[in-house]
């Protein structure tokens, strides 16, 4: 799949308020509030390109610490992207995401997004009814911004947003989501946390490159 003209991707992301540090115990303390918008979306200005959105749960405290996706040392993301060939390099964000990673991102028609916006220790802390509200918004941001696919990264949240009990891994069947387009496909993924044994680097990159040929069909 041949890349986007980086012409057609314009960001308006923040820099990490940390200013490229690793944040402290006192600096992830300090981000689990309840803003609702903890960290900024990897999304271009113009939707049109866009292939693959990734859409984490919601932003760990290191996440929101750093304004940088999956930045947390230890999670499988940026490894597993990097071995299914999405990415040039290892991105490091644990200081935040350097404009060049974010635009390799872009320039290939890759977003990511959360579910939830609010930052939290644990996904645990996250309430029934916030999974709920933030699976709805889900659906409904997609009638603008159009991606080619969805991949979710996490089955249990997916279950309890979409309330689908039975739902595996996997493609999805989205005639079960209502509002859900029927040109956007959908992927549920691993959560590439370090805490999910299950899932070592390996497999996360095979997940993610059957999911990114997928699109090639």
């Known amino acids: 799949m041949k890349d986007v003209s980086q012409d057609n991707f314009v960001s308006n992301r923040r820099p990490s308020p940390l200013g490229g540090r690793k944040p402290s115990k006192d600096d992830l303390a300090a981000f689990a509030t309840d803003d609702p918008n903890a960290i900024d979306d990897i999304l271009p200005t113009d939707s049109s390109g866009l292939k693959m959105l990734i859409v984490g749960i919601n932003p760990g405290l290191w996440t929101a610490a750093v304004n940088a996706p999956f930045a ?13 060939g999405l990415t040039d390099h290892q991105v490091d964000a644990s200081r935040g995401l350097e404009p060049a990673d974010e635009q390799q991102l872009l320039s290939r028609g890759i977003g990511l997004t959360n579910l939830i916006g609010r930052a939290t220790a644990r996904a645990d802390e996250l309430s029934p009814q916030e999974l709920r509200e933030g699976a709805a918004h889900l659906v409904e941001r997609l009638a603008e911004i159009r991606p080619r696919a969805v991949a979710i990264a996490g089955i249990t949240a997916f279950r309890a947003g979409y309330r689908l009990p039975k739902a595996q891994l996997g493609r999805q069947d989205t005639t079960l989501l209502e509002g859900w387009p029927a040109d956007v496909a959908l992927h549920v993924v691993p959560q590439p946390s370090g805490l999910n044994a299950h899932y070592q680097i390996p497999d996360l990159a095979r997940i993610w490159r059957e999911v990114w040929n997928s699109i090639d069909d």
């Open 72 to 84: 947390r040392p230890g999670n499988r993301f940026w490894p597993s992207l990097h071995q299914a």
